[in-house]
């Protein structure tokens, strides 16, 4: 997951107020049930130690979310008496969490709101096809082509003349497919989906896909559902959470081999807090990998002003010349090291039926950028 857009949060050091709001159930009670949400979270916050000014902040903010038509919920992040970031997400989270801590905490993310790609829906069928955007939390239409419209049935009869019908009608059926992989090109170049899902009849959604630019023939799937109507959320839903299993496991696999040392005994990869600590500080984190609740995710560490500055004990970062410290669970401190750096960060949750808990020693591993 990539995750630019935490850059604001890490501007500034101080405490943080991080809270994740349910906001799924939509019935008569809906507005009293978040009055009393609000209460609950400012309330929570208050008894962890966070500020009045910042307590109110995220008070009013939930309030204000009473009618909101969100499917699932959101995410706020508040100091100093203000809201700097609310986050929807793409899944209901659980009870809480609701924290006052020295960094935003930030890890549930990756899975209430991370892994949900954009996927471009095609219904196909030879005359053209339509598409649609789908993701959690969109649905729209996004425009088609029409291709030509006539010979597009086959005949039967053996004649010359027929014979030579019929190869009209795979001309029209090539030369249509050509039209929808290229439409499915652009619109994919403009609206920058992630997926690609090609609905209808198997030969015509095969020759789309095979007529498509090689990069994207490898993010296309084909699935028979749809014929005669629309994709349903949950069939959307599996697909996309399919392909998203698919890409996590395919960097688990590099994870596992770029684990094992060189001839010089060197790794591509590192795991547990000591060695992800001393590459994050010399900003050597090419990707992290997360189990969320993993024993190691909530291990206490110490970091500085500077997202470089972490370590195991509060005497490593004095013996660094860091003259400020404060303590923090490891993975919000990987996280921030990570996202100062641009380096992606990705969730093992949708994998863990496949991989079990072996994956990365406590939870926490990474890529990194050199040896």
């Not at 110490?302 to 669970?329: C, F, H, V």
Request: proline content about 6%; overall charge negative; hydrophobic content about 40%.
């Amino acid at each position: 997951m990539e995750l630019a857009f935490l850059n604001p949060l890490y501007e500034h050091p101080g405490f943080w107020a991080s809270a994740y709001v349910d906001l799924s159930e939509h019935d008569e009670d809906m507005q009293h049930r978040r009055h009393l949400t609000a209460q609950a979270v400012s309330r929570s916050l208050r008894e962890q130690g966070a500020d009045e000014p910042t307590c109110h902040a995220v008070y009013e903010a939930v309030e204000g979310l009473r009618r909101s038509t969100e499917p699932y919920g959101v995410a706020l992040f508040a100091r100093d008496g203000e809201v700097a970031l609310q986050v929807p997400l793409t899944r209901r989270p659980p009870d809480g969490p609701v924290r006052w801590g020295t960094l935003p905490h930030v890890t549930p993310l990756l899975d209430l709101a991370g892994e949900d790609p954009v996927s471009l829906v095609a219904y196909i069928d030879r005359t053209g096809a339509d598409f649609e955007l789908r993701s959690a939390l969109l649905h729209e239409t996004a425009g088609g082509v029409t291709g030509r419209q006539w010979p597009v049935h086959r005949a039967k009869a053996s004649d010359w003349s027929e014979r030579h019908f019929r190869l009209k009608v795979e001309n029209t059926w090539e030369h249509n497919a050509r039209e929808v992989a290229g439409a499915l090109a652009a619109c994919q170049a403009e609206t920058g989906a992630d997926l690609l899902i090609l609905c209808g009849e198997e030969r015509e959604r095969r020759s789309v896909h095979e007529q498509l630019p090689k990069q994207l023939r490898e993010r296309a799937v084909e699935t028979g559902h749809g014929i005669g109507s629309r994709l349903l959320p949950q069939e959307v839903e599996e697909i996309r959470a399919g392909h998203v299993r698919q890409r996590i496991l395919a960097e688990v696999d590099r994870f596992r081999a770029a684990r094992t040392p060189d001839e010089e005994r060197r790794a591509a990869a590192v795991e547990g807090v000591p060695q992800l600590i001393e590459a994050a500080r010399e900003h050597r984190l090419a990707e992290l990998l997360i189990r969320p609740d993993a024993p190691d995710t909530h291990r206490q560490v110490w970091i500085g002003e500077d997202p470089a500055q972490l370590a195991a004990r509060r005497t490593e970062l004095k013996n660094l010349g860091e003259q400020l410290s404060w303590p923090a669970r490891a993975d919000d401190a990987l996280v921030r090291a990570a996202v100062v750096t641009d380096a992606p960060v990705l969730s093992l949750s949708p994998v863990l039926e496949e991989t079990g808990d072996e994956v990365a020693v406590g939870g926490l591993g990474a890529l990194l950028r050199w040896t």
